[in-house]
């Protein structure tokens, strides 16, 4: 449809857009009756095969993540596994301070002893293991500094 358009006057373009509409509209139509008649005809395939044409609860079979879903949720990762407890980890640590230590100097201890892992904010996991052990581990608030406690 390679036409000279500026040959054309205002009155026949708007035919020709009003043309096409109306192609585009009937082909709408047309499309929506045959997907009606797909549908009829997948649920009498599936009727004769014996499955069910209700909707099922769950994820579809052979459903996988796609990329939106991966995008949205972020990309799998592999949680760390340890031999010991990060509990343990720091036990060890602190026992071979005699004076304690800060958060930061256990947490590079624990890693450098070869704790795994894939936390955005370890300091804070470290902490929390310290804050839910208050037997195990004591803080000296003058010095910020832990030490082994009472088990």
């Keep these: ?33 045959l997907a009606k008649q797909l549908a009829a005809v997948e649920s009498e395939i599936a009727a004769a095969e014996g499955k069910s044409t209700g909707a099922t609860r769950g994820r579809p079979v052979g459903f996988t993540r796609t990329a939106a879903v991966a995008k949205r949720r972020g990309p799998s990762v592999q949680r760390a596994q340890n031999d010991k407890s990060l509990k343990t980890y720091v036990e060890e640590v602190l026992a071979a301070s005699k004076k304690g230590l800060t958060i930061g100097e256990i947490q590079a201890a624990v890693l450098k002893n070869g704790y795994t892992t894939n936390s955005a904010n370890f300091k804070n996991t470290l902490y929390q293991c310290l804050y839910h052990n208050e037997k195990a581990f004591t803080l000296d608030k003058t010095t910020k500094s832990y030490k082994l406690g009472s088990k």
């Design 1 to 33: 449809m390679a036409a000279d358009f500026g040959n054309l006057s205002i009155a026949q373009l708007q035919a020709m857009i009003n043309s096409q509409k109306s192609k585009l509209s009937s082909l709408h139509v047309r499309r929506d009756q």
